[in-house]
T-cell receptor, first 110, second 117 residues
Framework: QKEVEQNSGPLSVPEGAIASLNCTYSDRVSQSFFWYRQYSGKSPELIMSIYSNGDKEDGRFTAQLNKASQYVSLLIRDSQPSDSATYLCAVTSGTYKYIFGTGTRLKVLA | NAGVTQTPKFQVLKTGQSMTLQCAQDMNHNSMYWYRQDPGMGLRLIYYSASEGTTDKGEVPNGYNVSRLNKREFSLRLESAAPSQTSVYFC????????????????FGPGTRLTVL
């Protein structure tokens, strides 16, 4: 079982819709959770970090964390074609060891 | 602030050649990391430096060496390049390497695309 699992996609959503990206992790002592966006040929760019159970909102983005279910998600409201990218989930248990998922490719259709 | 910078952006090597990838950050971060990214494999940690003066192996250290030159700079050296080291290499930094919420966020450089023939 992979330590951080994401559906590779592609996830296709129409412009203006809500995109829902999911991530599960195996280490129960994980403390910090991150969502990065990576455009093709570019480096990962931080979108959100979340540390406590519940929702965290930043503009069109909402991260949701459920430690009991070992599940973290990212919602993108009013999706735009510029949101088309690969989204990486990353988890750390409070040490140097950051575990990245392989990413979900999102395509927003105009 | 430039954030995290990496040089070179692209490099082509022949098998057996050596090279050093350079990384620098201007965010006064304590911790620095080297990753490689391969299709379908995600980001894998090669080496990290929790603080100036310390370095430790990550998940895939074989064939690489690192130097934490000072707080700003962290270099990655390939002593004898192999085709299996063809990859995209990312340097990242964070204020800490964990244990303090919000300070463990990693910021990435633009990457080095390395091809070993």
């Amino acid at each position: 079982q992979k330590e951080v699992e994401q559906n590779s996609g592609p996830l296709s959503v129409p412009e203006g819709a809500i995109a829902s990206l999911n991530c599960t992790y195996s280490d129960r002592v994980s403390q910090s959770f991150f969502w990065y966006r990576q455009y093709s040929g570019k480096s990962p760019e931080l979108i959100m970090s979340i540390y406590s159970n519940g929702d965290k909102e930043d503009g069109r983005f909402t991260a949701q964390l459920n430690k009991a279910s070992q599940y973290v998600s990212l919602l993108i409201r009013d999706s735009q074609p510029s949101d088309s990218a690969t989204y990486l989930c990353a988890v750390t248990s409070g040490t140097y060891k950051y575990i990245f998922g392989t990413g979900t490719r999102l395509k927003v259709l105009a | 602030n430039a954030g995290v910078t990496q040089t070179p952006k692209f490099q082509v090597l022949k098998t057996g050649q050596s090279m050093t990838l350079q990384c620098a950050q201007d965010m006064n971060h304590n911790s620095m990391y080297w990753y490689r990214q391969d299709p379908g494999m995600g980001l894998r940690l090669i080496y990290y430096s929790a603080s100036e003066g310390t370095t430790d192996k990550g998940e895939v250290p074989n064939g690489y060496n690192v130097s934490r030159l000072n707080k700003r700079e962290f270099s990655l050296r390939l002593e004898s390049a192999a085709p299996s080291q063809t990859s995209v290499y990312f340097c990242a930094s964070s204020q800490t390497s964990g244990g303090a919420y919000g300070t463990d966020t990693q910021y990435f450089g633009p990457g080095t695309r390395l091809t070993v023939l």
